[in-house]
């Protein structure tokens, strides 16, 4: 008797699944966020304890770095028009891989000549935050916003992101 309960609510779920894949999603979702009302708690998932907002795995980096001097000194050689700024901030690896390329200091300022003779500027830039998950390489990225001609003026926000060496140099930016 207990079997023939449970097969009229099976079958139903299986029709509605199969006749109905969208309103099934739909039914699962608002089940969910029932259940999130009522319990006030949300499922947590794989990893964390129930009550705790920290995942149980070990930690292996450490984020919310302070800015280093070599990004700082970019962003603020972007905004000034500065090579030197610029330039002082690179690792000797990327010197010696600009280098090779035909670029330098020289190229630098007149790339960023270049931009300020089209009205290119960087107005403004906001460290966002840092990561060093250990090793060779810290991560940084900054929010800038680049006044440019070609969009009537207007400011664009531009993502970059620094690939920096142990002491505290550039060796990429994206």
Do not use: C
């Amino acid at each position: 008797m207990g079997l023939s309960l449970l097969k009229a609510p099976v079958r139903l779920i299986i029709k509605l699944v199969v006749v109905r894949p969208l309103s099934s999603i739909t039914m699962v979702v608002l089940l969910g966020v029932a259940l999130v009302f009522l319990t006030g708690r949300a499922p947590q998932p794989f990893g964390v304890q129930a009550g705790s907002n920290a995942f149980s795995a070990p930690v292996l980096a450490q984020g919310n770095l302070p800015a280093p001097l070599a990004t700082e000194s970019f962003m603020k050689g972007q905004t000034t028009y500065s090579a030197d700024l610029v330039w002082d901030s690179l690792s000797n690896d990327l010197h010696s891989s600009l280098s090779q390329q035909g670029g330098g200091r020289q190229a630098i300022q007149e790339q960023l000549e270049r931009y300020r003779q089209e009205g290119r500027q960087m107005e403004n830039f906001t460290y966002v935050g840092g990561y060093a998950p250990g090793g060779e390489k810290a991560f940084y990225f900054y929010v800038a916003a680049i006044r440019r001609p070609e969009l009537g003026g207007q400011a664009d926000h531009v993502f970059f992101a620094f690939t920096v060496d142990p002491e505290g140099k550039i060796l990429s930016v994206e």
